[in-house]
Nanobody, 125 residues
Framework: VQLVESGGGSVQPGGSLRLSCKYS????????LGWFRQTPGQEREGVAT????????LYADSVKGRFAVSQDYSKATMDLQMNSLGPDDTAMYYC????????????????????WGQGTQVTVS
């Protein structure tokens, strides 16, 4: 499994960015996909998780109503549209994927994910 993020950058408060995660090498029909973010010295924070087959999308309370996940199955991508960005959204954003149960996919811990992208930096200032 390979994951490649793109779309990060710098934006002013109140602005928008769209991140994309291109995934490949899936050998099963459905994987849990997630967006996570991390700032130096802080624990990794879950942003949103869903399944590659679609369905439920779980958002962190901190991004509900501002961020939205979408998938393009023809391109094997998962996008994260981020609106109304604020300084607290500044972080390295990572895409992750793994074969996980519903409990793990929508749980509190990112430790269940073993496959990660290289990350893309988002800076809001």
């Amino acid at each position: 499994v390979q994951l490649v993020e793109s779309g990060g950058g710098s934006v002013q408060p109140g602005g928008s960015l769209r991140l994309s995660c291109k995934y490949s090498g899936f050998t099963f029909s459905s994987y849990c996909l997630g967006w996570f973010r991390q700032t130096p010295g802080q624990e990794r924070e879950g942003v949103a998780t869903t399944y590659s087959r679609g369905g439920t999308i779980l958002y962190a309370d901190s991004v509900k109503g501002r961020f939205a996940v979408s998938q393009d199955y023809s391109k094997a991508t998962m996008d994260l549209q981020m609106n109304s960005l604020g300084p607290d959204d500044t972080a390295m954003y990572y895409c992750a994927a793994d074969r996980l149960s519903t409990y793990q996919c929508f749980g509190d811990s990112s430790d269940a994910f073993k496959r990660w992208g290289q990350g893309t930096q988002v800076t809001v200032s």
